[in-house]
C-alpha cells in the first residue's frame, strides 16, 4: 500500500486559502489519492478526489503533481467551520474472490486550525 | 433522509459482555465498512464487507465479529475477548469500489 505524509498541523486565517500538503511518493499507477475530513467527534467527510488530473468542487480543489508523488488540498476561502483534521489518503484496490475490495488506510492527518 | 446510522451515540458497557454496535444505510450500497478510531489516532479498518453474506477481516479484526445478513445492515460485535475495546467507532458504505465511502457520526464505547 502507497502511504502518505501529512504535516501535523497548520493554521490559516479566517478568509485565507488553506494549502494542505500531502506526500505519496510510493503512489502506483492506478491508485487514486482521496481527501476527507473529521470535525471533532464526528464522522468524516469526503471532500474529493482525483487521479492525476486537477480536480475541483464545491468544496475544495485537488492539485496533483505530474509525477504523481504529491498533491495539495486547497480550501479558497477558509472559514471557522473547515478546522477539523484533514486527511489524505491512497486508496487501494485488492481482488477477492473474482471481484474488487475497497480500502481506505487512514493515516493521523493533518489539524487545520482556521484562526479568526 | 438518506444516510448512514449508528446507534448508539454513547455506549457504556461492563467488562467481558459482549456488545453489537448498528450501522443500517439506505443509500442502497453494497459495500460496508468498520473503523475503530482511538484518541489522537487516524481510523483502523476492523472489518468490511463488499455485498451481502460476504465480509473480509480488516488490519484489526481480532475480538471482534460482524454479519452481513442484509445489503442496508452490517451490525459489528465488540466481544469479551477484544482487549482494549474502548474507542470511537465509524461505520461506512460506499456505493462500489470505485466510489467514496459515507461514514456515519460514530459510536462511542466506553467499557468500564
Known amino acids: 500500500d502507497a502511504k502518505t505524509t501529512q504535516p501535523p498541523s497548520m493554521d490559516c486565517a479566517e478568509g485565507r486559502a488553506a494549502n494542505l500538503p500531502c506526500n505519496h511518493s510510493t503512489i502506483s499507477g492506478n491508485e487514486y489519492v482521496y481527501w476527507y475530513r473529521q470535525i471533532h467527534s464526528q464522522g468524516p467527510q469526503y471532500i474529493i478526489h482525483?487521479?492525476?488530473n486537477n480536480e475541483t468542487n464545491e468544496m475544495a480543489s485537488l492539485i496533483i503533481t505530474e509525477d504523481r508523488k504529491s498533491s495539495t488540498l486547497i480550501l479558497p476561502h477558509a472559514t471557522l467551520r473547515d478546522t477539523a483534521v484533514y486527511y489524505c489518503i491512497v486508496r487501494v484496490e485488492k481482488f477477492h474472490s473474482g471481484g474488487s475490495n475497497y480500502k481506505l488506510t487512514f493515516g493521523k492527518g493533518t489539524l487545520l486550525t482556521v484562526n479568526p | 433522509d438518506g444516510g448512514i446510522t449508528q446507534s448508539p451515540k454513547y455506549l457504556f458497557r461492563k467488562e467481558g459482555q459482549n456488545v453489537t454496535l448498528s450501522c443500517e444505510q439506505n443509500l442502497n450500497h453494497d459495500a460496508m465498512y468498520w473503523y475503530r478510531q482511538d484518541p489522537g489516532q487516524g481510523l483502523r479498518l476492523i472489518y468490511y464487507?463488499?455485498?451481502?453474506?460476504?465480509?473480509q477481516k480488516g488490519d484489526i479484526a481480532e475480538g471482534y465479529s460482524v454479519s452481513r445478513e442484509k445489503k442496508e445492515s452490517f451490525p459489528l460485535t465488540v466481544t469479551s475477548a477484544q482487549k482494549n475495546p474502548t474507542a470511537f467507532y465509524l461505520c461506512?458504505?460506499?456505493?462500489?469500489?470505485?466510489?467514496?465511502?459515507?461514514f456515519g457520526q460514530g459510536t462511542r464505547l466506553t467499557v468500564v
Open positions: 461506512a458504505s460506499s456505493i462500489s469500489v470505485s466510489t467514496e465511502a459515507f
Open positions: 464487507s463488499q455485498i451481502v453474506n460476504d465480509f
Open positions: 482525483g487521479l492525476k
